[in-house]
């Protein structure tokens, strides 16, 4: 039998090499998470996934969170910028949306004032329908917005995002203009749900996990995804009703300009240490998201070349 003196022994080799207490971990005793966007949309879900799983396992002590919702995010933007600056402590969730943001409100502040820590998710939209509609398939959908695109509402997320880019070559593969279109822009995907679910429009897109939980309690009816392949095996994809229209959603976290290397690399090594969790994984499964990570260099040539294909798409379809 090992004696008092070994087991400490082994003790202190198991701390050595990472059996330490959750709490010795920590890497942040207070990290600050700003939104720019609403509560209950895709960036707020995302920030608070990472909230619930740095917390249980003791990457970081306490959360402050700040929503400031509009414009596809490039109202709060300004804001995480400016007074965020030079603040080793601080992430902001971004993503496509505030890409295309940017362009069609045409600021001046853009994600290229960030500072990228890590791409996480990707995410497939979905098309859908209030359950009462008269609109039962996807075809009836094409063939209302196909005789008279102006008289058929369609909620989304801010204007220029990847919902609208979506609506857009929706649009333009029916031989019509992208900007005959009748989208109407919210704020985050709380406020959208609530004008689906109000009737107050004919339909709406949005990433499939904003909707999901509506459509499986009956209140929403999803005719259509918007990835290369099925993310849903009931739901079936645009491009098997015959559209050559494949759109997703990817969402990020960056720091604020002017932190050193240094702190960006503690927040990369954070965000990477996050995503091994196991905890982190479940939580892809539960949300229905893609696992998209990537960091440093990769993640900045990513984001040059999704600008690029932003603005070409954008100017396709008449909206920058």
């Known amino acids: 039998m090992p004696d008092r003196r070994s087991l400490l022994a082994a003790a202190s080799l198991l701390l050595a090499a990472g059996g330490r207490p959750a709490a010795a971990q920590a890497r942040f005793n207070s990290l600050y998470m700003f939104i720019p966007a609403g509560p209950g949309g895709g960036w707020d879900g995302l920030g608070r996934a990472i909230e619930q799983v740095a917390r249980q396992a003791g990457l970081v002590s306490t959360f402050q969170f700040e929503n400031v919702g509009g414009a596809g995010g490039t109202v709060g933007l300004p804001r995480f910028v400016g007074q965020r600056r030079g603040r080793p402590d601080s992430l902001m969730v971004a993503g496509s949306i505030m890409v295309g943001a940017t362009f069609t409100n045409r600021t001046p502040v853009g994600i290229k004032d960030l500072v990228p820590v890590a791409r996480l998710t990707?995410?497939?939209?979905?098309?859908?329908?209030?359950?009462?509609?008269?609109?039962?398939?996807?075809?009836?959908?094409?063939?209302?917005?196909?005789?008279?695109?102006?008289?058929?509402?369609?909620?989304?997320?801010?204007?220029?995002?990847?919902?609208?880019?979506?609506?857009g070559l929706i649009l333009k593969a029916l031989g019509r203009s992208a900007k005959e279109g009748s989208y109407v822009a919210f704020a985050g995907g709380g406020p959208a749900q609530a004008a689906i679910l109000g009737a107050q429009v004919k339909a709406g897109i949005s990433g499939l996990s904003e909707f999901a939980e509506q459509i499986k309690a009956g209140r929403m009816r999803a005719l259509a995804t918007t990835g290369a392949e099925r993310t849903d095996p009931a739901i079936p994809t645009l491009k098997e009703n015959g559209l050559d229209v494949v759109m997703t959603n990817w969402r990020g976290v960056f720091a604020a300009p002017g932190i050193r290397p240094d702190a960006r690399q503690k927040l990369v090594d954070f965000i990477t240490e996050l995503h091994a969790l196991p905890a982190w994984q479940e939580m892809l499964k539960t949300r229905d998201w893609a696992d998209a990570f990537l960091t440093g260099d990769a993640f900045t040539a990513f984001l040059a070349e999704d600008q690029a294909k932003t603005e070409a798409v954008l100017k396709e379809v008449g909206l920058a």
Do not use: C, F, M, R
């Open 122 to 167: 990707e995410e497939a939209g979905v098309v859908v329908v209030p359950a009462q509609s008269e609109i039962q398939d996807l075809k009836g959908l094409l063939e209302a917005l196909k005789a008279n695109p102006g008289g058929v509402a369609i909620a989304g997320g801010s204007a220029g995002g990847t919902d609208h880019i979506t609506l």
